[in-house]
C-alpha cells in the first residue's frame, strides 16, 4: 500500500512511516520542504535497510501519491495543511487524522485542550477537505518514542473514530500491523471530541508518574476490530 504521513518528518510521523515501512508498505513522507521529507526517508531506510520503501516528498505530492494518507501535523498548522493538500487527495482516499487540539497551540500548557470551531481537529479536517475523502481520527495515545523504538512492541489499543465503517476497517488493518498494537471502533467522526482530549490526560498521567509513554488498554474481550467480529 502506498501510504502517505503529512508531517512525517515529527517524531510521530516519523515513527509510524518507521512501522509501516517495516511491514512492507510504501511510505512516502511528506514535509513543506521536499529536501526534509527526503532526508526522513533515508533514516528509514537507514534504520530498515535497504529494502525498505521510503521517499520523501511535498506534503502535496505526499497526497497525491496516497491510497492512504496520515496527517500528524500540530493542531496550530493542521487547517493550513489540510488547505494546502486539498486539491492533492485522490477522490475516497481515507484521510486518518492524528491531531490533538492541545492548548499549546494557544501559548497554554500540553495537559490542556482548546476546542475547535467544529468540535474536533478530525471533523475540522473533513469540513475542509472535498466531501468524497473519508476522514478517520486515530493515534492520540501513542507515545512517537514507542513508535521509534523497534525493539519492544507498545502495550496500547487504538481508538479509531469515523462515519465510514469500510475506512475504519482500513486503518485498524494499519494499526495491528504494528506489534502490540489493537484498534477500537470508538464511534461516529464526532466521539473524535472525547478520544483527542485523550492525548491531553496521558500529558498529564507521564508528568505524575515521571513517564513517557503511558497508554490505554481497553478490557472485556481478547480482540476488538470491527464490532461483532
Not at 486539498?86 to 485542550?113: C, E, N
Amino acid at each position: 500500500m502506498d501510504i502517505g504521513v503529512i508531517g512525517g518528518t515529527g517524531k510521530e510521523g516519523y515513527g509510524l512511516a518507521l512501522r509501516w515501512a517495516r511491514a512492507g508498505h510504501h511510505v512516502v513522507i511528506g514535509s513543506r520542504d521536499a529536501a526534509r521529507g527526503a532526508d526522513a526517508a533515508s533514516k528509514v531506510v537507514a534504520a530498515l535497510g535497504p529494502d525498505a520503501r521510503a521517499d520523501g516528498a511535498t506534503n502535496e505530492d505526499a497526497a497525491a501519491a496516497a491510497e492512504v494518507i496520515v496527517v500528524t501535523v500540530p493542531f496550530a498548522g493542521q487547517a493550513e495543511i489540510y488547505r494546502s493538500i486539498k486539491a492533492h487527495v485522490r477522490q475516497g482516499a481515507v484521510v486518518l487524522d492524528a491531531t490533538s487540539p492541545l492548548a499549546t497551540a494557544v501559548g497554554g500548557r500540553p495537559w490542556q485542550v482548546v476546542r475547535p470551531w467544529h468540535g474536533s481537529a478530525a471533523e475540522q479536517a473533513a469540513a475542509i477537505l472535498p466531501s468524497s475523502t473519508r476522514v478517520v481520527a486515530a493515534f492520540h495515545t501513542i507515545s512517537a518514542g514507542a513508535l521509534a523504538d523497534l525493539e519492544h512492541p507498545i502495550d496500547c489499543d487504538v481508538f479509531v473514530c469515523g462515519d465510514d465503517a469500510d475506512a475504519k476497517a482500513v486503518a485498524g488493518d494499519l494499526i495491528e500491523q504494528i506489534p502490540g498494537l489493537r484498534w477500537v471502533d470508538s464511534g461516529a467522526l464526532s466521539s473524535a471530541r472525547i478520544a483527542e482530549t485523550l492525548t491531553a490526560l496521558l500529558v498529564s498521567v507521564n508528568r505524575s508518574y515521571g513517564l513517557h509513554d503511558a497508554g490505554f488498554r481497553v478490557t472485556g474481550r481478547p480482540s476488538w476490530g470491527r464490532p461483532g467480529g
